[in-house]
């Protein structure tokens, strides 16, 4: 199994900075590799996919990059509503696939 | 646009079978995604891939976890335009937050259901 491997755990982030959010696979994903934002009481979110495109309607804010093994989320400035759990999930053995443990972003 | 329901008991007793089913509206099960998952979150963890089935051309494939590939059963009712998750055996350590989730504009998990929420206990 693929294990993926987020980092940090909790990021504190003040309202309008920038927030960089990592995640390593234990093996190659190529560019199978998606961001989800969640929120308390509420389902998963998709952001990203392929690594990089963004999914419909999410704002520009949102970019994704890496390949293989390492892979980053960053939000270019941190809204109100941006504060949440992400977590990343791989899908290179679609339909089969593993997410990492999360990184809540609170507020700093 | 695609939209997903889970329903099924909230309670379900150590030992016996969780029955969630999820109902698809905005396409059709037959002609849409294919490919229809189960995913859970225990309370404050992490979300966990289940299985997925593949439903295309009137046959389907089924891909579970290997940790639950013994206790998982997926299947695809086309007349109620539903898929369901059976899980058997089950103990308090399936209490979770159970969603289903399918593709519907990129190649993984766009479209997710609100979720349901199921503890085992007696």
């Known amino acids: 199994e693929i294990v993926m491997t987020q980092s940090p755990a909790t990021l504190s982030v003040s309202p309008g900075e920038r927030a960089t959010l990592s995640c390593r696979a234990s093996?190659?994903?190529?560019?199978?590799l998606a961001w989800y934002q969640q929120k308390p009481g509420q389902a998963p979110r998709l952001l990203i996919y392929?690594?990089?495109t963004r999914a419909t309607g999410i704002p520009v804010r949102f970019s994704g990059s890496g390949s293989g093994t390492e892979f980053t989320l960053t939000i270019s400035s941190l809204q109100s509503e941006d504060f949440a759990v992400y977590y990343c999930q791989q899908y290179n053995n679609w339909p089969a696939g593993t997410f990492g443990q999360g990184t809540k972003v609170e507020i700093k | 646009q695609l939209q997903l329901q889970e329903s099924g008991p909230r309670l379900v007793k150590p030992s016996e079978t969780l029955s969630l089913t999820c109902t698809v509206s905005g396409g059709s099960i037959s002609s849409s995604s294919y490919y229809w998952g189960w995913m859970r979150q225990p309370p404050g963890k992490g979300l966990e891939w289940i299985g997925t089935?593949?439903?295309?051309?009137?046959?389907?494939?089924?891909y579970y976890h290997p940790s639950l590939k013994s206790r998982v059963t997926m299947s695809v009712d086309t007349s109620k335009n539903q898929f369901s998750l059976n899980l058997s055996s089950v103990t308090a350590a399936d209490t979770a937050v159970y969603y289903c989730?399918?593709?519907?504009?990129?190649?993984?998990?766009?479209?997710w259901g609100q979720g349901t929420t199921v503890t085992v206990s007696s």
């Open positions: 089935i593949y439903y295309g051309g009137n046959t389907g494939s089924t």
């Open positions: 392929g690594a990089s």
């Open positions: 989730a399918s593709p519907d504009q990129s190649d993984t998990l766009d479209v």
């Open positions: 093996q190659s994903v190529s560019s199978k």
